[in-house]
């Protein structure tokens, strides 16, 4: 039985007087990748900020890595989970090279530009690149954070927005790969044909979770035309 890295329970968040996330149960286990999917403003960000320790208003039972990600130390939390957002940003117009700099391993960032098909464009400030290779830049930075993956949480929240099938395909790969080397891997995402890769999936729905498991019991036909009003 694997470790289970991530777990709440009754988790929930107010906003601005709104309830965005109503009392979510879930676990994420090493070597596992888990799927978050919904419905614009379903909950999905929220979760998976909550997740990451970024909401400390979030109520309920959280732990990750053996903690409360809410009550942990910022130095001690990034060696315990890696968050990428879905539209990240930089105080600065830095070139790849300097982005490199902020990563805790420079060595671990070049790796991953190179797998991501970026050794080519360190030179490139982040104003001078598409959009799907800005986010490519980030998630270097989030996977080299990551390091040895082993019994850490990986937290990505529509990492393939923005980018091609090809370079999709990339990172992918490297989810996979993360799990395989024992990471505990959450991803909220809008390709439910990813999602049904995954080994579980969660389905929210304004804040509720309203199915969980396996994608061939999490997500039938009369769940997705009940959720996205698709067949």
Known sequence: MSEVLLASLRLSVDLAGRTVLDGVALTVSAGEVVAVVGANGAG???????????LPEATGDLTLGGVDPRQTAPEKLVRLRAYAPQHPTSAWDYTLAELGTLASSAAEFRHWQERFGLHELTARKLSELSGGERKLAHLSLTFSALGDAYGKVLLLDEPTTALDLCRAELVGRAIRASAQAGAAVLVCTHDLAWARTCERVLVLSEGRLVSAGPPSTALTAELVRATWGVA
């Open 44 to 54: 999905k960000t929220t979760l998976l900020r909550a997740c990451a320790g970024l």
